[in-house]
């Protein structure tokens, strides 16, 4: 019988709490989407927000999900080294037309670095509104993070998620278990010198998975656990996060406590808006 991924025991990360989750980001999107649509129609646009969908926390599986590649033999065995469908309901797209793109992004223009340059002067539409600086999506996002929090994840908080993976990887506990679960997926004819190796095989990339990415997928999953690979990188990748939060002390408070802000004027806009009930599930 197949392992679901709600089976799965969930690993969770202690940077998580300075970074958004799925549940978390469905909630900031649907209400940037609410406070556009609200700026579009007080500007003359007969602009209709979608349905807002927000992400049930029991269908946010977490960072740790998948971040050591497959743990599941059964889930490995159904799907390779693709991810299942995502659970829950798809969201709803919003559709902008090409007249209201001006008020949106009020002439912002893209960087490179992915900043915005604002336009040299405020943007004026045909009907002689003008459009608030940095337009509809701007004045959204200043209205969510007025209170604290940044326009996506805190690039501190990203920056030890990535670091934490990436170095753990290099401890010589770590190493030790993936020359363990190399010698494993040897004796079953799969030669990989680690984990990710195994997950990045150019041949498993394919729009579905084969039966080879299948089969190689759920031994890599059954040597994991005889080589006790996950337990031994998720503890080494705990260590260092806690590690280097600790380290960075007051301004991790900071970036917490600027999501705690930005969370309750998000759901403050989508409970305003008949969005999202108190309880937290979408309305109908």
Known sequence: MATSPEAEPRLVLPI?????GRH????????????????????????????????????????????????????????????????????????????EEPAI???????????????????????????????????????LLTAGGTAGDAPMASSIDLQSFQQSAAEAG????????????????FTYAAPLDAMNDPKFTTPAPTALEKTVARTDALCKQQADVIA???????????????????????IKSGIAAELHSATQVLQTAGALTPSGATSG
């Open 232 to 254: 031994t990188w998720y503890g080494a990748d705990v260590a260092l996060q806690t590690k280097k939060i600790a380290a960075a002390g007051k301004s991790m408070a900071v």
């Open 105 to 143: 992004l009020g002439g912002q223009l893209a960087n490179a670095d992915g900043s915005t340059t604002a336009p040299a002067k405020q943007i004026v539409l045909p009907n002689g509104d003008k459009v608030p600086p940095g337009g509809c999506l701007g004045q959204a996002r200043h209205t």
């Open 24 to 99: 978390q980001e469905s909630l900031v999107n649907g209400a940037e989407l609410v406070l556009v649509g609200t700026c579009l129609r007080s500007l003359g646009f007969s602009y209709k927000t979608p349905k807002i969908t927000v992400v049930s926390p029991a269908d946010d599986p977490g960072r740790g999900y998948h971040r050591y590649g497959v743990t599941s033999p059964g889930e490995a065995a159904e799907n390779g080294y693709h991810l299942p469908a995502s659970r829950g309901p798809a969201p709803e797209q919003p559709e902008f037309s090409k007249a």
């Open 16 to 20: 998580e709490g300075y970074l958004l």
């Open 174 to 189: 770590v190493k030790s278990a993936f020359s363990k679960w190399s010698a494993c997926m040897k004796q079953h004819g």
